[in-house]
Each structure stands twice: as structure tokens, then as C-alpha cells.
């Protein structure tokens, strides 16, 4: 079994700044990808490949940072530039190796306010 806890989220206003980490946890052999995702519309928003490889998705693009520490199976992401339009509640993921098996964590909400 595989648990994900997550951190950080909350309250910030416009143009403001948020960190969100999570950490996956349990009987990991090893990582597919592992990011995070938004509920509203279920959209990427960023995710690190086992190769290093980063993707993000269009809202994310050039204000979001993704990074991720493999040796403890977490990724942290760094959000810059809020608007309200990032207000959401956003999930990590990770979905592993070999199996490719997907776990999701509880959510975190962000909200920003104008």
C-alpha cells in the first residue's frame, strides 16, 4: 500500500506565492511519475517523470515550478504569479512502478483571493 501526504495549500492573495509538498510513502519499488493535479477540470498541473523529465500543464506553464527529491519520493511545488482562476483543490499523484498503479492523496485547497 502506498499513502501520499500532502502540505502547504491555503489562503493567499493575488500574485502571491504558494509551496505545496508531498511525500509518498508504503511499499514503493519505484516511481513512474509523481505530481499534481487540480480537481476543477481534473487537469494536470505539474508531474516529474522517473527520468527527470517535467511536465506541466497550460495554467502552470511558466509560473509554476515542480521539483522532486527521489530519494524521499516527494515533489514539492512552487506556485508564483497566483490569480483566483488557481483557486481549486489539488491533488498529488503517483503512480508506480511496475505495475503502474495509481494513488492519490487527499487534496489540499488553494484559494486566492482578488
Known amino acids: 500500500q502506498v499513502q501520499l501526504v500532502e502540505s502547504g495549500g491555503g489562503l493567499v492573495q493575488a500574485g502571491g506565492s504558494l509551496t505545496l509538498s508531498c511525500v509518498a510513502t508504503?511499499?514503493?519499488?519505484?516511481?513512474?511519475?509523481i505530481g499534481w493535479y487540480r480537481q476543477r477540470p481534473g487537469e494536470l498541473v505539474a508531474r516529474v517523470m522517473s527520468g527527470g523529465a517535467v511536465h506541466y500543464g497550460s495554467s502552470a506553464e511558466g509560473r509554476f515550478t515542480i521539483s522532486k527529491d527521489s530519494a524521499r519520493n516527494s515533489v514539492t511545488l512552487q506556485m508564483n504569479r497566483l490569480t483566483p482562476e488557481d483557486t481549486d483543490v489539488y491533488f498529488c499523484?503517483?503512480?508506480?512502478?511496475?505495475?503502474?498503479?495509481?494513488?492519490w492523496g487527499q487534496g489540499t485547497q488553494v484559494t486566492v483571493s482578488s
Open positions: 499523484k503517483v503512480e508506480t512502478f511496475p505495475w503502474g498503479r495509481t494513488y
Open positions: 508504503g511499499n514503493i519499488r519505484s516511481i513512474n511519475y
